[in-house]
């Protein structure tokens, strides 16, 4: 999977607060507004961070994803919106401390995130997930991962699970809104794809 990709890199050893948060995506939004539709993440890079509130996680990477808590109660929730689509936030450079720190705000908001730790240009080549992820999901997530790319009926004629393609839909497009996977209509099937080619969990 390709994407065009937006860099936030905070520049500063300590990153703190939400007005921060907010300066920062202002600029993603600046950039984002009347750009094509392709698909594009969103990568805040922690290199050389010592330490990061739960502010500016929340202001950045989850304000960036689909239903952004502040969305409704934002005057620009349309145009957010149209920034929102196709943005798929992401995670790198974190050192061990600060990837703790994040992994354990995330749990606490049953939320999950992409830690990139290897890529190539606009190629996501391997990640961790940092997080909560229901277990259903991230068998579904790893599955994908080791298969590529696949639609629902291809997972569901090569799984012993018995679950109808419905049911595999459902589950991809869970992970589609979490953005943990990317999709593209191919006739009338959606072709779902990881959006790193290798996914692991922290540990």
């Known amino acids: ?11 500063v050893p300590h990153v703190y607060g939400a007005t921060l948060a907010q300066e920062h995506m202002r600029a993603v939004k600046q950039r984002r507004r009347g750009a094509d539709a392709s698909d594009t993440m969103l990568l805040v890079d922690f290199t050389g961070v010592l330490s990061v509130t739960p502010s500016y996680i929340k202001g950045t990477v989850l304000e960036a994803m689909p239903g952004a808590s502040g969305a409704a109660a934002n005057s620009d929730a349309d145009a957010d919106a149209s920034v929102r689509a196709n943005l798929y936030p992401a995670i790198c450079g974190c050192s061990r401390d600060v990837a ?25 080549l391997a990640a961790k997930l940092f997080g909560s992820l229901d277990e259903v999901l991230l068998r579904t997530l790893l599955r994908l991962a080791n298969r590529g790319s696949a639609t629902a009926a291809e997972l569901a004629e090569n799984s012993d699970d018995k679950i109808s393609v419905n049911g595999w839909n459902n589950r991809l497009a869970d992970l589609y809104l979490l953005r943990l996977a990317t999709r593209h209509r191919k006739g009338k099937f959606w072709i779902y794809s990881p959006v790193a080619e290798r996914i692991t969990t922290w540990a």
């Open 1 to 11: 999977m390709h994407f065009q990709i937006i860099e936030i890199k905070p520049g």
């Open 100 to 124: 703790a720190d994040i992994h354990e705000f995330l749990i606490g908001r049953d939320v999950a995130v992409l830690h990139v730790t290897k890529r190539r240009e606009d190629h996501i």
